[in-house]
């Protein structure tokens, strides 16, 4: 059975960096997708970014320039790399991936960026 952890949330400052990072386990082909959503207080979960199988990427609008997602398929692990945080990136951040034909979530990490 698939499971995604994800680690390295915590209370940063604007303007600070964080990264977080997610590690499958248990998963026996490489998925299509992996990725990062965010749910900000109050709001729906929203999409950060996400990687393809061919590493064709995919970020919010919101966050291009200052987040890098990396991936690496041998180890089925896949960071968020947050530079330049604003109090509104603020969120859980989840773990994504799938394999096209069923998805799979971690249970999130909070991320809390202070003015």
């Known amino acids: 059975q698939v499971q995604l952890v994800e680690s390295g949330g915590g209370l940063v400052q604007a303007g600070e960096s964080l990264r977080i990072s997610c590690a499958a386990s248990g998963s026996g082909a490489t998925f299509t997708t992996m990725g990062w959503y965010r749910q900000p207080p109050g709001k729906r979960r929203e999409l950060v970014a996400v990687?393809?199988?061919?590493?064709?990427?995919t970020y919010a609008d919101s966050v291009k320039g200052r987040f890098t997602i990396y991936r690496d398929n041998t180890k089925a692990t896949v960071d968020l790399q947050m530079n330049s945080l604003k109090p509104e990136d603020t969120a859980v951040y989840y773990c994504?991936?799938?394999?096209?034909?069923?998805?799979?979530w971690g249970q999130g990490t909070q991320v809390t960026v202070s003015s």
């Open positions: 990687v393809g199988h061919r590493s064709t990427t």
């Open positions: 994504y991936a799938d394999y096209g034909y069923e998805d799979f």
